[in-house]
């Protein structure tokens, strides 16, 4: 071993040493006050809160949280409460190791355990997969909902592959939602916040006879930008959507189960908001490009003022699932039936400036319609606890990568590559108006897009036993077969200016290009996409098909030394489909691999309302695929780049009751991510060198709640999480992914504290709340748009949000 890997192994085993010790401490010190408790008069003691128990469906079966033996962390709805929480971006924070992206809710970014998918496009597949009731989300688009009546969720961490399938190579993110009740039942919530934000959300449930019922449920998000506009006035990174979501379950007689919901969202808002940070000299002067990063600004002192034609972020998605139990008395069948389809369009400024001889702007569009139909059998003895069934998905997708600029903007980019110094455009026109020619080439749209299809089918067949060994030893064996089948087209054509043509046709149908000795095709070129396959295959669509097959397997051991202390062992593996690099013509790969090894603890003490647990994991992950923007070429191209990757880790939490009002909850994850075989396109070797991913993420909770006299309650609530800094690396200077310079700290560590104190009746029907999140106010850099950087000497940043606060009021019957 070599002695990085010594020094990591000694961390990582003082990290679990040190977890295990505080957590073996605690029930102590608790035994004290309990032994206490033990010795005070019989008139004062009182019936104590027990830790609430948390079942959970990770393995397919409903079991409780303390008996899985894979890592695993529940957000309950309270946490959903205690941080408002509207979509899966709002949670990450408190969920070591999960990151969201969450600023374009059309294009989100999923990372767990340091495991993401760098692309954008619809050739590749996500590493975490997000599921909604058992049924599989799919990519982008159509993945970052708003939440709509959920119970918990599940996060799942380490590879899937076998209980979950395909696109969990990292993890896997379990949403379960209320089922239809047998009681009539409604509630209503207003939020109303600062930036004018209106947040109204309601339910019903309606009883039809005994065996029958329908929910329905309703929201509505609108708010005003957290960020002006300098020069317009105008609000930026807005809020509006609204959604909707009904359902209804029913029997058939003793035995047979039938629910089916229907999801419905609409958004139609600003795109995210981009604030310039390079240092823009005064014309005829124009910035240094490459932009050099030492002079980049933090975008927290700069003003914003964007110009960017058709800013808008819209989605319209549509879900229907159908989900039919049927209890045979050995066993059960479940038919899992679901139906998708949405449509998004984004465009936001690159630039991140209102002078049109630096603008760039990019829009993606897509499609997507998506069908999954899956029997899964489960049947249990006295020694085993069985799953087995077979799935098969469907989806059809295109979408539409576009850039556009405006002629001024070419004109920089020409000069600024010693192409044409001062420009085409602007001096064309100039030498025409001279000979008395009207023509205007200045200020013209310029677009170039790259249009992509994709038709997948995957089918899978997967079987999971559970061997109950003895009372203390289960034994587990699961395995799943897939196969994928992806056909993909790329088409690229010419770039499009309508206007800027019909310019150029009539100075060519009067002779000027003859006259000034330059032809017309000496104006009629492409900026965006010219990476050899893109310049070969111009106006031609490229067709490709493959498959790939995938069996993961995952073998677990776990004892109970005692009813409440398990210890686990895990090897498992998940993957990722292969797939199409969607900008580079003719690029495929195949299955990204990863293999998890794991063991760890889980223990619960109800003397004392406290339960913790504990793993330490290490996984290798080959043939990982990302799109990276080259911007060592003179202009800066997407290109796709393979890397292997290995880390070492632990997992902690702890849930401590710690008196009937109070309650304490604390997660931790300490990560160390490294290269294990990475070459960069630039050429630079990043073997054995960090993946960015930072060593430490935190998140702790305290609750309590005073019981009034009136029988009313109040609640408070105090949450704070911590993400470490990021790490760098030989290409983050490149990238300007980490550091960059004392005024632009990109990948800084991130602190996060949100609060809640909340009155409910004696009845428990009316309510109210106060909230705070991120009270202290802060933000972070969330990306750079690079895209101009060599080009124009542009380079836009975007923010975490900021302070947010409010009032709400709630009803239920």
Known sequence: MSLRKNRLAACMGRALFGCVVFTAAMPLAIAQQATTADTAPAATQVTAKQLDTITVTAQSREQELQDVPIALQVVTEQLLDDVTAENLGDIDSFVPGLVVNSQQPTQPGFQLRGISTDDFGIGTDPAVGVYVDGVYAGRGGGVLLPFTDVERIEVLKGPQGTLFGRNTAAGAISIITHRPGSEDAARAKLRLGNDNKQYFEGMANIAVGEDSAFRLNGIYNKSDGWIQDAVTGQDLAPEDNWATRAAFQTRFG?????????????????????????????????????????????????????????????????????????????????????????????????????????????????????????????????????????????????????????????????NNLGLAPGGLYGPLTDVANMFGIPVNLRGLPWNEKFVNTLETKAYAAFGDVIWHVNDKLNLTVGLRYTRDEKDFTWFNDLRSAPELDAQLDLLESLGFFDAIGVPKDQFVFDIAFIDPPAVM?????????????????????????????????????????????????????????????????????????????????????????????????????????????????????????????????????????????YSNPQGIDLSGQATGSPYWSLAAGVNYVWRLANSSDVRFALRHSYIGECRRNSESDVQLSCGVNPALDVGEAQNLTDARIAWTSPTGRWGWALYGNNLFDNQYVNSLGTYGMTVLGTVGARVTQPQTYGVEVSVQF
């Open 254 to 414: 003793d035995n047979t189960r039938a629910w089916i919901s229907w999801d419905h969202e609409e958004l139609d808002q600003l795109g995210q908001a981009t604030t310039g940070i390079a240092p823009i000299p005064p014309l005829p002067a124009l910035p240094l490009a490459p932009a050099d990063p030492a002079s980049l600004r933090n975008p927290l002192d700069v003003p914003t003022a964007i110009d960017a034609v058709g800013n808008a972020e819209t989605r319209d998605f549509d879900g229907v699932t159908l989900i039919v139990d049927h209890n045979f008395g050995w066993g059960s069948l479940t038919s899992t039936t679901a139906w998708h389809d949405y449509d998004s369009l984004n465009r936001v400024e690159e630039d991140g400036t209102n002078l049109s001889y630096l603008y760039v702007d990019s829009t993606n569009t897509e499609s997507n319609e998506n069908f999954y139909q899956e029997f899964k059998f489960t049947g249990s003895s006295e020694r085993l606890d069985w799953v087995a069934g077979v799935s098969y998905f469907q989806e059809d997708a295109d979408q539409t990568s576009e850039v556009n600029a405006l002629t001024d903007s070419v004109d920089t980019i020409a």
């Open 537 to 677: 295959n111009k106006g031609t669509l490229t067709r490709d098909s493959q498959s790939w097959d995938d069996w993961s397997p995952r073998f677990v051991a776990d004892y109970h030394f005692q009813d409440n202390l398990m210890g686990f062992a895990s090897l498992a593996k998940g993957y990722k489909a292969g797939g199409f690099n969607a900008l580079q013509i003719g690029s495929e790969f195949d299955n990204e691999d990863v293999w998890n090894f794991e063991t760890g603890i889980k223990h619960s003490l109800p003397d004392y309302r406290l339960s913790y647990g504990a793993s330490a994991f290490y996984y290798v992950y080959d043939n990982r695929q990302a799109v990276t923007l080259d911007m060592s070429t003179d202009i800066p191209r997407f290109v796709v780049d393979t890397s292997d990757q290995e880390a070492w880790g632990v997992d902690f939490d702890v849930r401590w009751q710690a008196t009937d009002g109070l309650g304490f909850d604390f997660n931790a994850e300490y990560l160390d991510s490294t290269y294990k075989n």
